[in-house]
């Protein structure tokens, strides 16, 4: 009888050992940030190249593309010396294949005359009218580059900026873009900053679709899906909205962008997202201001469930950062490390960082294994202690059970 009872309260106590070890494990990594650094500095007189001599004293967002076989950056609002020579948004690229030791902008999109940094899509620069235009994503299709961008009407208060609309400007050289006059998302709708759901070869097939995740205008707002088929990316009527699962939880769409149903809630801003075939998942990474945090969740499809985030950036490490960028070309182990652009306000420059997602992979068998390990060493000693102390510790692990007993009966009497 006697072990009988030890060996119940062995089994109680081995169990409540596992789950409150695998809680706490859990409950830390999401107040944890992964392991992360910064690579090198992207643009200013301090980068890794000097790119004060195309005029770029400053630069923010630093969207990736692949285009023409190779990788492009497109920077947001760039600054000459003192923010002279203002230019709403500039591009670059690179033939530097390995980010671990950061990367070299091999050449700019430059004027034919200053032979500085050239603005790509223009803007009237005038608050309240259009104050700039701001690139939030880009795909590519034969010798075509296809850009979204919000038309910004006032910056406003902090992460609030008001929008006149989205559209999307494309050109086949690279320096001379096209406005697509025929498209236009209100700046007041849920479909001004836009991030293109990015794949490799590994990555599920999307039928013929471009998923992209958007959010209204600011860093404040829930996330919707939109698709289009690649080859219909100028016919706006082409554009379908996500309503929800329908039967088989299958996906469901709507021609009517106020059908839309969101799939990440507030506050949401800034997303990048791409498929990591070390997780096999997609990935998505946005700023989180009110935090002040860059998160990372992952989810099997576009339309999610999408997981609990996990924090990768968060206050004080870094001051003002924001616009996290991914693509699956900056990765190193099929996605174990990923290479993402983060830029920082106070310096108002775009910097390489990189953030090893190892813990992400297999994250609750990893915790349950790990609180197994602990629950079982812990129980052997007290196996251990049970065995040598003898009537002892029986009699104490006994009268503590009539304790635990009695204040259980006590409370639900």
């Known amino acids: ?21 695998f809680f706490i494990f859990t409950f830390l990594s999401q107040y944890s940030p992964l392991p992360h650094e910064m690579v090198c500095q992207l643009t200013g007189e301090d980068a890794l190249n000097d790119t004060t001599v195309v005029n770029v004293y400053g630069a923010d967002v630093g969207l990736l593309v692949e285009w023409q ?22 591009m670059a690229y690179t033939l530097d294949t390995d980010p671990s030791d950061g990367i070299v902008l091999t050449d700019w999109i430059t004027d034919n ?29 034969g010798d ?3 850009v979204y961008y919000m038309s910004v009407n006032t910056w406003g208060e902090h992460g609030d900026w008001t929008s006149n609309n989205a559209s999307i400007a494309y050109s086949f050289d690279g320096h001379t873009f096209f406005k697509a006059t025929n498209m236009s998302w209100s700046g007041t709708s849920n479909f001004v900053e836009w991030g293109l759901v990015k794949g490799d070869d590994s990555a599920p097939s999307t039928g013929g679709y471009l998923y992209f995740l958007t959010t209204g205008s600011g860093r404040y707002h829930d996330c919707f899906l939109v698709r289009v088929p690649e080859n219909h990316i100028l016919h706006q009527s082409s554009y379908q909205y996500y309503i929800g699962l329908g039967a088989g939880d299958a996906p469901t769409w709507s021609s009517n962008q106020e059908d839309a ?11 990048s997202v791409m498929w990591n075939t070390y997780l ?17 969740r992952t989810a099997d499809s576009p339309w999610g469930p999408w997981s609990a985030p996990r924090i990768i950036i968060q206050r004080p490490e870094y001051v003002g950062f924001y616009a996290p960028n991914i693509d699956p070309i900056l990765v190193e182990d099929n996605g174990r490390i990923v290479y993402f652009t983060m830029s920082l306000w106070f310096e108002y420059n775009v910097y390489l960082m990189k953030v090893d ?33 003898g009537d002892n510790v029986f009699n104490g692990i006994k009268g503590l059970g009539k304790i635990i007993f009695g204040v259980h009966k006590r409370y639900n009497t």
């Open 357 to 389: 997602l190892t813990s992400l992979w297999g994250l609750a068998s990893n915790h349950l294994l790990i609180s197994c390990l602990v629950a079982s060493f812990v129980s052997a000693l007290m196996f251990d202690a049970i065995r040598s102390s």
């Open 261 to 271: 149903q969101p799939v990440l809630e507030a506050p949401t801003g800034e997303i």
């Open 69 to 90: 076989d190779r990788l492009h950056f497109i920077f947001g609002d760039t600054f000459g010396p003192d923010n002279w020579d203002w230019r709403s948004n500039t």
């Open 144 to 146: 075509c580059l296809y």
């Open 280 to 296: 096999g998942k997609y990935t998505l990474m946005n700023l989180d201001d009110v935090q002040k945090q860059i998160l990372i």
């Open 113 to 141: 005359v200053t032979h500085f940094a050239k603005e790509l899509i223009h803007s009237l620069k005038l608050d309240e009218v259009e104050m700039t235009v701001i690139p939030t994503t880009a795909y590519s299709s």
């Open 1 to 21: 009888m006697r072990r009988r009872t030890v060996a119940i309260i062995l089994i109680v106590f081995i169990l409540g050992s596992v789950f409150g070890v």
